[in-house]
């Protein structure tokens, strides 16, 4: 498909990414217990939405279209209808055309696609946003509406925790497959909570990580599935968080960038994108993620780019085997290999291709729709210097992102392109 309208990314914010393991998520044993409550979906949309607008300087007015990935919203908070709660977020965005967009946890990467689209068709400036609160209720009710981006009629029985099942089946799989060691996958663990550590935004930036408590089993990790073939295989330590948190970034044209008083320098320009969808109703190949392939393949196809130009990367580790998974279908490992490459450091901030810097989905967290849109700002950030303790300290001229809905079945990829 060819485009003659070029799109940047401006600037953006994230709230903090919070839940249980975050020292200011309120339960049962915080002293606010009772007192306070957690931000909820308002809240945290309008944080994220002052956050952008502060970041960039836009004119609320000057907004052409804005777009919200959530997925959970009826459930988790009993409130659908969030284009019109985004159109509430600030009161020069009432009138304007305002959606939500929903693909599971590619929600957030459907709603930045709909921004794109929107700039090429010609508007100027679209304002993305994802955002997600899980925590109302406990992790075992929430699987159950999570299972909801599995084939609930087909998978909801494989365990009550579906999707950690899910990643468990394809962990045995993989390791089966490659001879991969349950210490080998650890590694992805410890490389997520030590980058979270070093982000003030992360769920877990005060919960420390090392490979003796992620490669095991263990009294600090258990394995928590009913399902007693795939236990085993899923500890806590390889899950993504229950996060609540919201993402917002502005997308602007040529002259959506002028009217900012930004030059091409401070942007970074979108310079290539892929979305595949697969069936819901069947699967594949359980050590590999062919959809997320396909869509990183469309994104390097149409940046014009491959594997061996990528700097930077922000993939979709719902869980750890899924980082691995993510580094073969983008082309940085062979099949197999992507354990290896971790175990050596090469996807560490001071690697050759860092990639989650922030701490991913395990680390930094996983407020589903967020997480879609907390990718690119992410590559954004760090090609712009302003990831603090967590800054990549080299030049980074291309990033790639992979924002996964399902079990590899809608899969969102960006090749992002630095202008400084
Ligand atoms: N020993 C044994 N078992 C233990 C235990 C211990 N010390 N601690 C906890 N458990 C078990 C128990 O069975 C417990 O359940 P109950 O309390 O109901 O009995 C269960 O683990 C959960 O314990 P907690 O509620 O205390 O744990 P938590 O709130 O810290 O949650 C987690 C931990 C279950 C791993 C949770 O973080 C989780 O579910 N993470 C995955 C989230 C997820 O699946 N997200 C979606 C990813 S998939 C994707 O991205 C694609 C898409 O489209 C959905």
């Known amino acids: 498909m060819s485009h003659t309208r070029r799109t940047f990314i401006a600037g953006g914010a994230h709230t903090p990414f919070i839940g249980k393991g975050h020292p200011d998520f309120i339960w049962k044993r915080h002293p606010d217990f009772g007192v306070k409550e957690n931000p909820d979906i308002e809240s945290l949309l309008k944080a994220a939405v002052d956050g952008a607008l502060a970041d960039t300087g836009v004119d609320p007015a000057a907004i052409d279209r804005l777009y919200l990935g959530n997925f959970l919203g009826e459930l988790f908070s009993n409130q659908g209808h969030l284009g019109a709660a985004l159109a509430g977020s600030h009161p020069a965005f009432a009138g304007k ?13 459907l709603a930045f696609l709909a921004g794109v689209d929107a700039i090429r068709a010609g508007a100027d400036a679209v304002l993305v946003t994802g ?64 980058n979270a550590n070093k982000n003030p935004l992360a769920h877990m930036k005060a919960r420390q990580m090392s ?104 993939v979709h580790d719902c869980f750890t085997v899924t980082e691995l998974m993510m580094l073969e279908a983008l082309g940085l490992a062979k099949p197999g290999e992507g ?43 760090q090609m712009k210097g302003r990831c603090g303790d967590y800054q990549v300290n080299k030049a980074m001229n291309w990033g790639i992102t992979a924002n996964m809905g399902g079990d590899d079945k809608t899969v969102v990829s960006l090749a992002i392109r630095n202008l400084g």
Do not use: W
Not at 243 to 249: F, K, M, N, P, Y
């Open 97 to 109: 055309p305002a959606a939500r967009l929903e693909g599971a946890c590619a929600s957030g990467g």
């Open 211 to 314: 490979i003796d408590v992620a490669g095991s089993e263990n009294d600090r990790n258990p394995c928590f599935l009913a399902n007693e073939e795939l236990k085993p295989f899923i500890k806590m330590s390889d899950c993504s968080q229950v996060s609540d948190g919201a993402s917002a970034l502005l997308l602007v044209s040529e002259a959506g960038l002028a009217a900012l008083g930004r030059v091409e320098a401070d942007a970074v320009e979108v310079a290539g994108t892929g979305h595949a969808v697969a069936s819901l109703y069947t699967d594949g190949d359980p050590t590999r993620l062919t959809t997320t392939q396909s869509a990183v393949e469309q994104a390097y196809a149409s940046a014009a780019i491959t594997a061996a130009d990528v700097d930077v990367a922000e």
């Open 131 to 194: 955002v997600e609160v899980q925590t109302t209720q406990s992790a075992r009710v929430g699987a159950d509406y999570l299972a909801r981006a599995a084939h609930y009629r087909r998978q909801r029985s494989i365990d009550e925790f579906t999707f950690p099942a899910l990643f468990a089946q394809r962990t045995k799989a993989y390791r089966e497959a490659f001879g991969v060691s349950e210490e080998d996958i650890g590694h992805v663990s410890v490389k997520a909570y030590t």
């Open 339 to 381: 354990a290896a490459l971790t175990r050596d450091g090469a996807t560490a901030i001071d690697g050759a291709v860092p990639v989650n810097t922030g701490g991913g989905l395990v680390g930094f967290g996983h407020p589903v729709g967020a997480t879609g849109v907390k990718q690119p700002l992410e590559i954004f950030r």
